[in-house]
């Protein structure tokens, strides 16, 4: 459209005629747009076939509507070309925003409803060159009748593709917000099992498919929408495995698939089950994300990745009886803190107290003397399975509190 404006420009440099004096020449501009306003039911008819021949999405629009709002179109651009006028007043402003809103709502994309005016401007200029010939009006006023027509078209063009994206924004706005509700009451089992399977397949989803519940946490350096891609809440309809929302500050959802390992922030995630019994998966997530982010690790875990840790992390009560027992006997200081970073590395080396020495860059009587020193302080036998388990979830509930 601009390129054509410039050529415009380029012509009316040439011929050198003040737009006063092509306006006055033998009422030739007047006989033109009274020609034009006259055949304007035909003019905007051909605007309307060419807009629905071009754009496939103009070909479903209801007929009559677009008849009108074509024909309004019309009118505005002679009426206000034939004035020499660019700007709009209010009536106009609100015509051409109901016509953008109006798009926007039957889901026509701004670029085609761009289109759809230079279309319109092109078809209008070509019957205008009709008239010209049929009534002997010379080029001049034809330049003169496109420069003006331009110029107003640009201003109602950017108000109708304002309103558009402005209409598009809350209509995507109110879409997530639908979207997160139903995530939400799906996760908490508020929602109809009927009414759960259409949300899901009108989502893209398979609602007779398997779930698996997500609970993540940002951490420093991720962002929500980075961690949503990751997780596969976010992309097109083929490539998008689930649905999330916010609960309580976490991106919260359900997947296909379980999520990848490496992916940035804490996430937990429970098993895979129907659509209609999200709510245990999202328990059992929810307490795996407790558990990881406790521990201060960071990917996705599941309950059985995460293993007795999750009972560490929730079970207070056994957790403080562990600690009075194995650890504060101890005592404070470089000793003790020696002694609890030898035991964990003993267990971690599976009870062998070589690999144990090796690991901490210590002789291997050494570790001796701290493991006895622990029984003696203690009064365990490490030789009894049980106190080992009990010694070792005295460690972990320490390296958790650190």
């Known amino acids: 459209m601009f390129a054509v404006l410039q050529t415009v420009q380029a012509h009316m440099a040439v011929l050198d005629l003040p737009a006063k004096e092509v306006l006055g020449v033998n009422g030739s501009w007047d006989r033109l747009f009274d020609t034009l306003l006259a055949e304007q039911v035909a003019v905007s008819a051909r605007v309307r076939e060419a807009m629905q021949a071009q754009i496939p999405n103009y070909r479903g629009l209801p007929l009559e509507r677009l008849d009108v709002e074509v024909g309004v179109e019309v009118e505005r651009v002679l009426r206000s070309a034939r004035a020499g006028k660019a700007a709009l007043d209010d009536a106009?402003?609100?015509?051409?925003?109901?016509?953008?809103?109006?798009?926007?709502?039957?889901?026509?994309?701004?670029?085609?409803?761009?289109?759809?005016?230079?279309?319109?401007?092109?078809?209008?200029v070509a019957y205008a060159r009709d008239v010209a010939q049929r009534h002997g009006i010379d080029d001049a006023q034809v330049l003169?009748?496109?420069?003006?027509?331009?110029?107003?078209?640009?201003?109602?063009?950017?108000?109708?593709?304002?309103?558009?994206?402005?209409?598009?924004?809350?209509?995507?706005?109110?879409?997530?917000?639908?979207?997160?509700?139903?995530?939400?009451?799906?996760?908490?089992?508020?929602?109809?099992?009927?009414?759960?399977?259409?949300?899901?397949?009108?989502?893209?989803?398979?609602?007779?498919?398997?779930?698996?519940?997500?609970?993540?946490?940002?951490v420093e350096g991720a962002t929500r929408d980075g961690v949503e891609q990751a997780l596969g809440f976010r992309g097109t309809l083929l490539r998008r495995r689930g649905l999330s929302a916010l609960i309580d500050g976490d991106i919260c959802g359900f997947s296909s698939?379980?999520?990848?390992?490496?992916?940035?922030?804490?996430?937990?995630?429970?098993?895979?089950?129907?659509l209609d019994r999200l709510p245990e998966s999202h328990?059992?997530?929810?307490?795996?994300?407790?558990?990881?982010?406790?521990?201060?690790?960071?990917?996705a875990y599941d309950l059985d990745s995460l293993g007795l840790r999750a009972a560490v992390a929730t079970?207070?009560?056994?957790?403080?009886?562990?600690?009075?027992?194995?650890?504060?006997?101890?005592?404070?200081?470089?000793?003790?803190?020696?002694?609890?970073?030898?035991?964990?590395?003993?267990?971690?080396?599976g009870m062998h107290s070589e690999n144990t020495a090796a690991r901490l860059f210590v002789h291997r009587n050494t570790v001796r003397y701290r493991l006895a020193r622990f029984e003696e302080l203690t009064g365990a036998n490490l030789r009894e399975p049980a106190v080992l388990f009990e010694v070792w979830w005295a460690l972990e509930l320490a390296a958790m509190g650190r």
């Open 283 to 299: 328990q059992l997530a929810a307490r795996a994300l407790m558990t990881a982010q406790a521990f201060g690790l960071r990917g």
């Open 315 to 349: 079970d207070s009560d056994i957790g403080e009886i562990m600690r009075r027992r194995y650890l504060e006997p101890l005592g404070t200081g470089g000793a003790a803190e020696e002694v609890i970073a030898t035991m964990r590395v003993y267990l971690a080396c």
């Open 144 to 218: 003169e009748f496109v420069q003006s027509v331009l110029a107003w078209s640009d201003v109602a063009m950017v108000t109708t593709a304002g309103a558009h994206r402005r209409a598009e924004l809350a209509l995507a706005v109110a879409e997530e917000e639908r979207r997160a509700a139903f995530v939400r009451s799906a996760l908490r089992g508020t929602v109809p099992a009927a009414e759960l399977r259409v949300h899901a397949e009108a989502y893209g989803l398979d609602p007779a498919g398997q779930y698996v519940a997500v609970r993540a946490r940002l």
């Open 92 to 124: 106009e402003l609100a015509e051409l925003a109901a016509i953008g809103e109006a798009r926007a709502h039957q889901g026509v994309p701004v670029a085609d409803v761009l289109r759809a005016w230079r279309i319109g401007v092109e078809v209008v």
């Open 257 to 274: 698939q379980p999520p990848p390992a490496d992916v940035e922030g804490v996430v937990g995630y429970g098993p895979a089950v129907p």
